[in-house]
């Protein structure tokens, strides 16, 4: 299986300090883990990225949620730690060297979910899953005077693009919940209506 990813990354509207991709609104976007099985927790060449402050929750609430991880979750939580370093910035660490995540567990049907998102369903911890794994496929970048929101196409992902456009989903209303969470109601009702006045004068 190819593992190509490419960013989308024409600039159309801009909120304070964040700048977003029309491809939020062009593009359309809705898992199918019935089709993919949740490839994006177990493809890739490195864990789910971490802001640094989660890294402190993951250490805060690992032992809450560690008996929903299977023995090569444990294994690789041991060897590496909760979370690993990386060029950059810090990620979930992974079992093997481009293996799944080590918080990834495989559900009755086979596909791949994860462990603190099962937790937090469950009431057990507080915290649902990494906002970068919340917002996919948008990718956020830091940079020192702004944040940029891209659509990061991924060919694992592609029976969730055709399953968003027969729903004519928007990328954006797919992770209503992930970017309310990242940034607030009023920032996701903000897009919504920039978005929504640009697609009616053009």
């Known amino acids: 299986m190819s ?3 490419s960013a989308y990354i024409c600039i159309m509207i801009q909120i304070d300090s964040v700048l977003i991709s029309d491809a939020l609104a062009e593009e359309h976007f809705c898992c199918d883990l019935s089709k993919c099985k949740g490839a994006c927790c177990e493809a ?3 864990g789910a990225p971490l802001k640094e402050e989660e890294t402190a929750i993951l250490d805060e609430i690992y ?7 299977d023995r090569e979750g444990i294994d690789a939580v041991k060897a590496q ?14 079992i093997g060297k481009h293996g799944r995540c080590a918080y990834s567990i495989r559900d009755k049907k086979g596909a791949w979910s994860c462990a603190i ?3 937090y369903a469950a009431d057990e911890v507080g915290w649902k899953k990494p906002i970068s794994c919340h917002l996919y496929p948008i990718r956020v970048t830091e940079y020192p005077t702004m944040t940029a929101m891209n659509y990061e196409q991924w060919d694992v992902c592609n029976d969730a693009c055709t399953l968003g456009q027969s729903l004519k989903l928007p990328i ?13 109601e009023e920032f996701y009702q903000i897009m ?5 006045r640009q697609q009616s004068e053009d």
């Open 3 to 5: 593992l190509i990813k």
């Open 44 to 46: 890739g060449e490195e």
């Open 63 to 69: 032992n809450d949620f560690e008996t929903y991880l």
């Open 81 to 94: 730690g909760k979370w690993v370093k990386t060029e950059g910035g810090y990620a979930t660490p992974l």
């Open 117 to 119: 998102e099962k937790a």
């Open 172 to 184: 954006y209303n797919f992770c209503k919940d992930s970017i309310e969470r990242a940034y607030g």
């Open 192 to 196: 919504d209506e920039a978005f929504k």
